[in-house]
């Protein structure tokens, strides 16, 4: 009988490991784009909050996503503002 194969795992280059590193530690766009996203699903957790708040500045480097940011953060800082009311 012969064993069921375990996939390979990826293979990483140390310069994959090294921009994931800096990611964890840099705000960045993408994590900030989720949260907000969450954010207007439901109501965010304060860890998701903190991350938001430290992710708020986006990527150091470029403005890529920073119109639909500032939109999308709007709606969710109106929706608090709602579910706070009602609550």
Do not use: Q
């Amino acid at each position: 009988m012969s064993s069921p194969s375990k996939p390979e795992p990826e293979k990483r280059s140390f310069s994959d490991a090294f921009y994931d590193g800096i990611g964890a530690v840099l705000p960045g766009c993408s994590t900030a784009l989720e949260l907000v996203e969450t954010g207007l699903k439901r109501p965010l957790t304060f860890r998701e909050k903190f991350v938001l708040a430290y992710n708020s500045p986006l990527c150091l480097h470029c403005s890529c996503n920073r119109e639909r940011f500032d939109a999308e953060r709007l709606k969710l800082r109106e929706l608090d503002r709602e579910r706070r009311e009602t609550t």
